[in-house]
Structures are given as C-alpha cells and as structure tokens.
C-alpha cells in the first residue's frame, strides 16, 4: 500500500490568512490529485498534476508537484470561510497500479 | 452530464443484521467504480474497485463483500454487521482509460448499534 501523509492534519486559521498544505510520500507519483470534502459531502476533485515541478492555479489555490514526483503542496492565499473543508491528495498504486490511495487529510477551518 | 447516486443516505443497523449499500452511475459507459470507507475527519480506506460486470477486486480482508450486476451498478453488502462497520461509505467512478480522476457520489453515514 501507497502511503499518502499529510500535514498538518487540522488547521485553524482568521480569514484573509495565507496557508499550507503538504502531502508528501516514500514513494514516486505517477500523477497525484488534491480534493476538497464538505461534511456529510463526498469529495470533490480539484486538480490532477502528472508532470515533475508543475504548478497549477486555481483562483486562490496554487498546487506544486514536487521535481521527484514524491511531494505536493496546496497553497491558499488570502483563505476564506468558504475554504473550510478536509483537504485530501490522493495517488495512484496498488498491485496493478490501478487503484486510488488517498492520504491522511488535512481539516481546515477558516475563521470569519 | 454524468451523474452519480447513492442510497441510503443514511442508515442505523444493529449489530448482526444484513447490509446492502447501492451505487449507480449515469451517463457513461463500462466506469471503474470504487467503494470507499471513511473515519470521521480522515482519510478514505479502499474497500473494493471493480473494472467491469462480475469482476471485484478486493483490498483489505473484512465483513463486507461488493458485487456489480450490471455496468453501471455496485453494491456493497454484509451478512452481519459488525461494530467496527460504521462509519461514511463512498462510491465513486472513474472514466476507464481516462485521466485517473475519480468522481464520488454522496455517501451513505453507516451506524451500527
């Protein structure tokens, strides 16, 4: 099994605050997904990044795959109470490297 | 637009009483499909993944068992139900051959007493 961690696991934070989220593995990632999930809500994909040192921007968030395709980062600048939520990256392994892994989780909650 | 369901949404069983969880897609054709169990606040545990009718892959050793009776369908069932059962099932699919992108429906909360 691929393990996925994340840190920090829970996060609280005033509005307006920047952060950041890591998700780091012993293992290379063949492509790696972040999700955000809403309690009681299943969760909802954000970006996939396949390629080594790629950076992608989504309005506020800024993800970064690592050189070596072993660590991502989740940035939030300016963070609203909208971005409250479980953060997850997941990635691809298994015996036929088929199956999803998903990491540990990060809570955020964003103060008003 | 592919869409994807699930039910019950929530469900209190006691303890050593059958369980059947369904999942249905729509709008695509031969998906991956997954089921997920989920800790409160943590991460998701893969349960079971299936890549076509009749074919179930199986990750952890446990009470539960999956089936898929037609393409788009997966159910996820027990005989008796234990305690350590509870907890947030997810089902989602995924687009065979695609990008490796997954698509979760909005879970069933399990409470088993």
């Known amino acids: 099994t691929q393990l996925l961690e994340q840190s920090p696991q829970f996060l609280s934070i005033q509005e307006g605050e920047n952060l950041t989220v890591y998700c780091n593995s012993s293992?290379?990632?063949?492509?790696l997904q972040w999700y955000r999930q809403e309690p009681g809500e299943g969760p909802v994909l954000l970006v996939t990044?396949?390629?080594?040192?790629e950076v992608k921007k989504l309005k506020r968030l800024t993800f970064q795959f690592g050189d070596a395709r072993k660590d991502s980062s989740l940035h939030i600048t300016a963070a609203q109470p909208g971005d409250t939520g479980l953060y997850l990256c997941?990635?691809?392994?298994?015996?036929?490297?088929?199956?999803?892994?998903f990491g540990t989780g990060t809570s955020l909650t964003v103060i008003p | 637009s592919q869409t994807i369901h699930q039910w019950p949404a929530t469900l209190v069983q006691p303890v050593g009483s059958p369980l059947s969880l369904e999942c249905t897609v729509e709008?695509?054709?031969?998906?991956?499909l997954y089921w997920y169990r989920q800790a409160a606040g943590r991460g998701l545990q893969l349960l079971f993944y299936?890549?076509?009718?009749?074919?179930i892959s199986s990750e952890v050793p446990q009470n539960l068992s999956a089936s898929r009776p037609q393409d788009r369908q997966f159910i996820l069932s027990s005989k008796k139900l234990l305690l350590s059962d509870s907890g947030f099932y997810l089902c989602?699919?995924?687009?065979?051959?695609?990008?490796?992108?997954?698509?979760f429906g909005p879970g069933t909360r399990l409470t088993v007493l």
């Open positions: 293992s290379v990632f063949s492509s």
């Open positions: 299936s890549v076509g009718i009749g074919q």
């Open positions: 709008g695509t054709s031969n998906p991956n």
């Open positions: 997941a990635s691809l392994g298994g015996y036929t490297g088929n199956q999803f892994y």
């Open positions: 989602a699919w995924e687009l065979a051959g695609g990008p490796n992108e997954q698509f």
């Open positions: 990044v396949v390629t080594g040192g």
